[in-house]
């Protein structure tokens, strides 16, 4: 999953006003971006180093603890363990992911399906940015800015749709 990943960032931070959205965008990415270093200090790093059961577990506890650290705040600290689960859950139903060290891949594969994962993932995030505008001031709410902001999050996504429909598989970090 891509831009859907950030669709549960806003909607964390339209449940809970307090949480700092900087900090959901890294529990929802945190994952993903684990990977990124990972292939950068080690080409072809296994995800099983960011995706599976016990990493995101691991990310998850880290983030639990920073969190409390930064917001000393309980729930927050909470949901952004919650938001970085998340992350593996959704990544179960776009793509294959591993689960332990000698265990099975996983995964509904959605990214086969380039029509039906874009629909998921626009879903995901125009509910996401629907829960995040309910914690906007009104003035803000119906502004241009604010439709622009989710209307770009789906042309991502779709960029990532033809690249997934049309463009040769070329090996993913991520
Ligand atoms: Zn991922």
């Not at 629907?130 to 999050?153: D, N």
Request: proline content about 6%; glycine content about 10%.
């Amino acid at each position: 999953m891509y831009v859907g990943h950030l669709g549960v960032a806003l909607a964390g931070k339209g449940w809970r006003r307090e949480a700092p959205l900087w900090l959901l965008v890294l529990a929802t990415q945190g994952c993903d971006w684990v990977q990124v270093v990972a292939c950068m200090a080690a080409p072809g790093s296994s995800p099983m180093w960011s995706h599976s059961i016990a990493a995101v577990l691991a990310l998850a506890t880290v983030l639990l603890l920073g969190s409390y650290g930064v917001t000393r705040n309980r729930q927050v600290a909470l949901l952004t363990a919650a938001v970085v689960v998340s992350h593996v859950l959704l990544d179960y139903v776009t793509g294959v992911k591993p689960t332990w060290p000698g265990g099975p891949m996983i995964g509904l594969n959605l990214y086969d399906h380039p029509i039906a994962d874009f629909a998921l993932e626009t879903a995901v995030v125009c509910a996401g940015w629907l829960v995040y505008r309910r914690s906007l001031p009104l003035e803000v709410r119906g502004t241009r800015l604010a439709w622009l902001f989710v209307l770009a999050l789906v042309g991502i996504q779709l960029l990532g749709a033809f690249d997934l429909a049309f463009l040769p598989r070329v090996p993913k970090c991520v």
